[in-house]
């Protein structure tokens, strides 16, 4: 896990960006440093997998910014801000807009390792229901319009009797429609299906 994981650093303090490498490097991790928001935001950081540990006071563009515009580009990171004591309602505004950790400098190395491996996990679960989302929607884009408003009905908790009155269609039709979207949807069972539509949703 730790060697896959992308792990970049955001500080324009360099003395706190090397140490933060270091420690990280001994951990296993190849972290990526970068000086400012503007230089990570130039790279092609944004779009990878891992976690982004960020000081929330810098100039230019400042750790809660820089957070509201990786969830602007719906990038798969997530974020650990660091913090000065009189940081921490800026802090917790942060973990409200989605971020894993807030560390309060100076903190413990063994704190920080902890809060990059619960954003490492987090992330990790977020590509897994990010990869079965685009798996959905490859599958969706094969239904033909009539298979749509029949999944559509499906999912709403409709009775095959009933999807036939609604779309003035046989029960028979409804029943040879419903099969081809499961096995397009590759669902194996109702249940199934309905979770890989509602993934495509959330």
Same mark, same amino acid.
């Given at each position: 896990?730790?060697?896959?994981?992308?792990?970049?650093?955001?500080?324009?303090?360099?003395?706190?960006?090397?140490?933060?490498?270091?420690?990280?490097?001994?951990?296993?991790?190849?972290?990526? &440093?970068?000086?400012?928001?503007? @230089?990570?935001? %130039?790279? =092609? #950081?944004? *779009?990878?997998?891992?976690? +982004?540990?960020?000081?929330?006071?810098?100039?230019?563009?400042?750790?809660?910014?820089?957070?509201?515009?990786?969830?602007?580009?719906?990038?798969?990171?997530?974020?650990?801000?660091?913090?000065?004591?009189?940081?921490?309602?800026?802090?917790?505004?942060?973990?409200?807009?989605?971020?894993?950790?807030?560390?309060?400098?100076?903190?413990?190395?063994?704190?920080?390792?902890?809060?990059?491996?619960?954003?490492?996990?987090?992330? &990790?679960?977020?590509?897994?229901? @990010?990869?079965? %989302?685009? =798996? #959905?929607? *490859?599958?969706?884009?094969? +239904?033909?319009?009539?298979?749509?408003?029949?999944?559509?009905?499906?999912?709403?908790?409709?009775?095959?009797?009933?999807?036939?009155?609604?779309?003035?269609?046989?029960?028979?039709?409804?029943?040879?429609?419903?099969?081809?979207?499961?096995?397009?949807?590759?669902?194996?069972?109702?249940?199934?299906?309905?979770?890989?539509?509602?993934?495509?949703?959330?």
């Amino acid at each position: 896990m730790a060697q896959e994981a992308a792990i970049f650093v955001v500080d324009d303090d360099p003395h706190v960006r090397d140490s933060l490498a270091m420690l990280l490097e001994a951990a296993g991790y190849a972290p990526r &440093s970068f000086e400012s928001a503007a @230089a990570f935001l %130039a790279s =092609d #950081a944004p *779009t990878a997998r891992g976690c +982004l540990v960020v000081d929330v006071q810098m100039p230019e563009m400042n750790g809660l910014e820089l957070q509201n515009e990786l969830a602007a580009r719906r990038s798969p990171l997530t974020v650990i801000i660091m913090t000065g004591h009189g940081d921490i309602p800026i802090a917790v505004q942060a973990m409200k807009a989605g971020a894993v950790d807030f560390l309060e400098k100076p903190f413990d190395e063994e704190v920080l390792l902890d809060s990059v491996r619960r954003a490492l996990e987090r992330a &990790s679960s977020a590509a897994d229901h @990010a990869d079965a %989302a685009r =798996d #959905a929607q *490859t599958h969706l884009a094969l +239904l033909t319009e009539r298979e749509r408003e029949v999944l559509n009905l499906i999912v709403a908790g409709k009775a095959n009797k009933v999807i036939a009155y609604e779309l003035s269609i046989s029960p028979r039709t409804v029943e040879i429609h419903r099969s081809r979207v499961m096995e397009k949807m590759g669902a194996s069972n109702l249940a199934d299906l309905v979770r890989k539509v509602l993934s495509t949703s959330s």
